[in-house]
């Protein structure tokens, strides 16, 4: 143990020095950790990246790091489990797996939105210099800036909307005209959003609205020598999977396509990333027994891990749930349960959804993808033919489901695990049966397509699947797409 000789004020200076303002409970964890207090003030300057205030929580994470550190082990439980050789390429930077706390109560789902106002208005802090609405009535300025979660948004007439903001002090009225009110019809309710505007009596007239966003090219472009290729909703286990689309895609992973330039494609592989709905599952929509070929969850993922066991086993493959699998419904969803896990070969790695996936530098944040059916229901120049238009959507509001009580169950976790709050390099999601790619400020996007052709449900709901696309991405360099069904 180190007996360290400091005081509360010398913290407090340090970190004053490096811009911040650090909440007393962290100044006292600080103290009393056995680590020197300048490497804990460094990263935890870090790990805040332009955060208003310190939280001990934040402090505590660093703590927890730094001990994981000098033990030599990753932080996630699931890292533990790994050879040497891998603890080196992948590392799973935030997943639920192993750590859900919640038991849905009101505390729970107090605590889960505060998580979500804290995390989201500290992103936006760096642009907004936000008053507290209840002091709006009370200053002498013209102009003003707040932060709050949209509460509701109301089309007043043509060229007018009205959008409730609240924050932790109270609401206020902001209307938004022209071009603001075009962009305030699009919002969801329930994301977190600064407006700047001017004071007109107890209201707001909006000059912007400014969501927390991702910065301009991400992270910057990392280029890799190697191929990444993204896949989802396989639905082993339905009587529309596509079997034969599946044996040729293996085949081609497998290096035996018998074509050369898409072998030199498949020789670039690396790693292979699946988003969920592994299985179909058994009672996920009604009269979906009459659409099983295989009507046991156990056979289900047994006949799915027997599958992914043909494919080539310097493959890395990291596995994550939908909402077909067996595993809770709402999100964040932890890995699959060990006893469905256990049946798949060592190469394949299951984390939960979403999960933050680092591989050899490049972050790639996997989402199922649930909530693109509730933005693409609500923004009506958004489709499911370009679902990667939907995506870019959750970065903009840093948020993977922003509408809550809709068609995406969430569970009330104390730390919102849906916040953005790493920009990543990729995103990759599924769920919506189609395919797109794109870019939007340096982050690939990518939604990956099926392997089942359309059910009965889909025909219902007028969802057009498009099966067997893959894409096949270098980072910083080419993206492919291969069709495997036609
Ligand atoms: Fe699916």
Redesign the pocket.
């Known amino acids: 143990m180190v007996i360290k000789n400091i005081d509360t004020k010398t913290v407090v200076a340090k970190f004053a020095v490096n811009g911040y303002n650090v909440h007393p409970d962290a100044v006292r964890l600080i103290i009393s950790s056995s680590f020197d207090v300048d490497v804990l003030v460094r990263e935890t300057c870090a790990k805040c990246n332009g955060a208003f205030i310190v939280t001990p929580e934040e402090v505590s994470e660093v703590i927890k790091e730094l001990q994981s550190r000098m033990r030599g082990e990753e932080i996630n439980p699931v890292n533990i489990r790994r050879t040497a050789e891998r603890r080196e390429e992948i590392r799973v930077l935030k997943d639920v797996t192993g750590r859900s706390a919640c038991r849905g109560t009101v505390e729970d789902f107090v605590a889960y939105f505060n998580s979500r106002f804290e995390k989201l208005s500290r992103i936006l802090r760096n642009r907004v210099k936000a008053i507290p609405v209840a002091s709006i009535s009370k200053i002498k300025a013209e102009t003003v800036e707040i932060i709050g979660f949209v509460n509701s948004v109301r089309e007043l007439n043509e060229n007018r909307a009205m959008i409730e903001v609240e924050d932790r002090t109270g609401r206020v009225r902001v209307y938004a005209e022209g071009k603001i009110k075009e962009q305030a019809m699009e919002l969801f309710g329930d994301e977190v959003i600064g407006i700047t505007g001017r004071i007109a009596g107890r209201s707001i007239i909006a000059d912007r609205i400014v969501f927390p966003d991702i910065p301009l090219n991400g992270n910057g472009k990392v280029r890799r020598d190697f191929s990444i290729v993204f896949i989802s909703?396989i639905?082993f286990g339905s009587n529309t999977f596509l079997h034969e689309s599946w044996k040729k895609f293996v085949s081609w992973i497998n290096c035996e396509s018998g074509n050369r330039k898409l072998d030199e494609i498949a020789e670039s592989v690396k790693y292979l990333f699946v988003a969920g709905?592994v299985v179909d599952g058994i009672g996920v929509y009604p009269n979906q027994e009459k659409e099983l070929e295989i009507d046991d969850i156990n056979a289900q993922y047994e006949f799915a891990a027997e599958q992914f066991d043909r494919i080539r086993k310097d493959l890395k493959i990291i596995l994550s749930p939908?909402n077909?699998d067996a595993v809770r419904q709402a999100e964040p969803q932890p890995a699959l349960p060990k006893e469905f896990s256990s049946l798949f070969s060592s190469n394949v790695i299951h984390v939960g959804n979403p999960s933050y996936i680092d591989v050899e530098g490049v972050k790639v944040l996997m989402y199922h993808g649930r909530s693109l059916d509730d933005i693409i229901s609500r923004v009506s120049r958004l489709s499911y033919e370009k679902p990667h238009d939907a995506m870019v959507e959750l970065l903009k509001r840093r948020h993977l489901a922003p509408l809550y009580g809709e068609r995406s169950p969430i569970a009330p976790e104390k730390d919102d695990y849906l916040v953005v709050d790493d920009v990543p390099d990729i995103v990759h999601s599924?769920?919506v049966?189609t395919y797109g790619t794109g870019f939007y400020r340096g982050v690939f996007l990518v939604n990956s397509s099926?392997w089942q052709s359309q059910t009965e449900f889909q025909k219902k709901v007028n969802l057009n699947p498009m099966p067997g696309n893959v894409a096949i991405y270098q980072p910083g360099g080419n993206v492919y797409r291969l069709k495997f069904y036609s």
Do not use: C
């Open positions: 909703d639905h709905d939908g077909h599924g769920h049966h099926t």
